[in-house]
Nanobody
Framework: VQLQASGGGSVQTGGSLRLSCAASGRTFSWFVMGWFRQAPGKERDFVAG????????SYANSVKGRFTISRDNAKNTMYLQMNSLNLEDTAVYYC?????????????????WGQGTLVTVSS
């Protein structure tokens, strides 16, 4: 599986962005998908994850209520709708796919990674 993240950009605090992660391959629907982010000088952190069914989801506490993860298995695409962005959301966002049967918050549990898309939030 190859992943291509897109949709990053610059936005002011309180604004919104929608990230997309397009997957190649035939078995997108088999994978647990996740979004991670890495701010300069910091570790890569879990943001949100979604199971195969598109119903079971998990969010980091820092984004809960502001971000929404979704997936369209027919389009081999995952999304991250980000609202009420704040300065702390500035990071490179990565999408990832794994074979786990549950949503993991550990980056090492994911096998495939996209190249990352930069989100910059300014005041």
């Amino acid at each position: 599986v190859q992943l291509q993240a897109s949709g990053g950009g610059s936005v002011q605090t309180g604004g919104s962005l929608r990230l997309s992660c397009a997957a190649s391959g035939r078995t997108f629907s088999w994978f647990v998908m996740g979004w991670f982010r890495q701010a300069p000088g910091k570790e890569r952190d879990f943001v949100a994850g979604i199971l195969y069914d598109g119903v079971s989801k998990s969010y980091a506490n820092s984004v809960k209520g502001r971000f929404t993860i979704s997936r369209d298995n027919a389009k081999n695409t995952m999304y991250l709708q980000m609202n009420s962005l704040n300065l702390e959301d500035t990071a490179v966002y990565y999408c990832a796919a794994g074979r786990s049967t549950s949503i993991s918050r550990i980056s090492g549990e994911y096998t495939y990674w996209g190249q990352g898309t930069l989100v910059t939030v300014s005041s």
